[in-house]
Structure formats: C-alpha cells, structure tokens
C-alpha cells in the first residue's frame, strides 16, 4: 500500500530547461509536504516543503505546488542546472504523525540534467 | 557541524550474524529515526524515537531493535541477519515538531 507515489523512475532535461518531477498520494489526512534531494554515497536533504493550506511555496529556482483535490503534487526547477542531478524524494506527513514527525516516502525520480 | 553520523558506512554480514549500526547526533534533537532504502522501493520507516526512552515501530520494524538511552544516540540492532536486510540504512533526526529531517550519510549492509 503505496501511500506516496512517484511514477516516474527518472527523468532526463536538458541544461536552462524547467524541470518537473510528480508526486501522488493516496491519504487525504495528508497535511504537510516535503521535497528532500540525494545525491550518490549521501543522505538526502532537505529541498522545500509546503502546507496543504497553500497551493504554492517558491524558493529560489525551486517551487512545489499542490492539487488537494487531485492529491498531487510537482516540483519544478527552473533553470535546471547540471548540479541538480540527483534522486529527488517526496514526502508527506499528517495530522496523525503531527507529534511523532513520522514522514513517508515516494520511491524517488533520479533525474538527470545534461549539459 | 558533524549533524548526524552514521557508522560504520559499509559492512557485510553472513547470514545469522548480528550487528549495530551506530546513529549519533549533535543537534539536541528530541526526534529520531531509522529508515531502509531498497532500490525502487523508496524510504521505509524502521524505527524511531520521540525522545530519550522513547522508542515505537515504523513501517519495516520485523528483524530489528532500537533504544535510546541518550539524546544524542540511537542505534539500530541486527540480530540474526537474513539476505532481506541487504539495504542501505539512514538514520535521521529532527527538532521540536519532528519536520525538517537531517539525514546520516548511510550505512551500506549486504547480508550474504
């Protein structure tokens, strides 16, 4: 049972382009979203997150937006620079996990953005 | 800043041996986790801890066991390996309201 989804395995731009990653979820008592990025032999950190009171949250090159009624979420950079190739992670959180702070996981996008 | 470490980062395991990987972090937090990533299959939750004394199952727990006996340590127990805990292991913490992880590097356990 899949709560966080991210179809797509990877996902190759080139260099200057926008690149969109998508996430789905399953669980309406969802509330709080989170993009984290990993690179190889790292541990992921943390990107940008946003509340299910918002639709939109922008930081920098970074924005996530959210479809509560679709139960979706994307990531867009923009620019896309070669350093940002990396596996990208969405998370999310409910009120359920609110004093636990437990988060769960999509399976990741490697996306790769070519000079 | 040393965050979070995790040690050892690689270790291969026969089966039916056991281990500890060791978490440490130096940030005060209250919260603190143990996930699995197997390729594919994203992050699983193992383990975690609301704070010193403190510990509940995740999503994975079946194979492993915790404790925390200080704020700063949390390290996961292996007993008896089995070939499905082959993975890649992170350990994570964070503060007050538990968003906003700062993950370890990992440890990287092949069980043969």
């Known amino acids: 049972d899949q709560q966080v989804k991210q179809n797509s395995p990877s996902l190759s731009v080139q260099e200057g382009r926008i690149s969109i990653l998508n996430c789905d979820y399953t669980?309406?008592?969802?509330?709080?979203f989170l993009w984290y990025k990993k690179y190889p032999a790292e541990g992921p950190t943390f990107l940008i997150s946003?509340?299910?009171?918002?639709d939109k949250n922008e930081d920098g090159r970074f924005t996530v937006f959210l479809n509560k009624s679709a139960k979706h979420l994307s990531l867009h950079i923009v620019p896309s620079q070669p350093g940002d190739s990396a596996v990208y992670f969405c998370?999310?959180?409910?009120?359920?996990?609110?004093?636990?702070?437990?988060?769960?996981f999509g399976q990741g996008t490697t996306l790769q953005v070519k000079p | 800043n040393a965050g979070v470490t995790q040690t050892p980062k690689f270790r291969i395991l026969k089966i039916g041996q056991s281990m500890t990987l060791q978490c440490t972090q130096d940030?005060?937090?209250?919260?603190m986790y143990w996930y699995r990533q197997d390729p594919g299959m994203g992050l699983k939750l193992i383990y975690y801890?609301?704070?010193?004394?403190?510990?509940d199952k995740g999503e994975v727990p079946n194979g492993y066991n915790v404790s925390r006996s200080t704020t700063e340590d949390f390290p996961l127990r292996l007993e008896l390996a089995a070939p499905s805990q082959t993975s890649v292991y992170f350990c994570?913490?964070?503060?007050?309201?538990?968003?906003?992880?700062?993950f370890g590097s990992g440890t990287r356990l092949t069980v043969v």
């Open positions: 998370a999310a959180s409910g009120l359920s996990s609110s004093n636990t702070g437990k988060l769960i």
């Open positions: 994570a913490s964070s503060g007050q309201g538990g968003y906003g992880y700062t």
């Open positions: 801890s609301v704070g010193a004394g403190i510990t």
């Open positions: 669980n309406s008592m969802f509330d709080y």
């Open positions: 946003i509340s299910s009171i918002k």
């Open positions: 940030m005060n937090h209250n919260y």
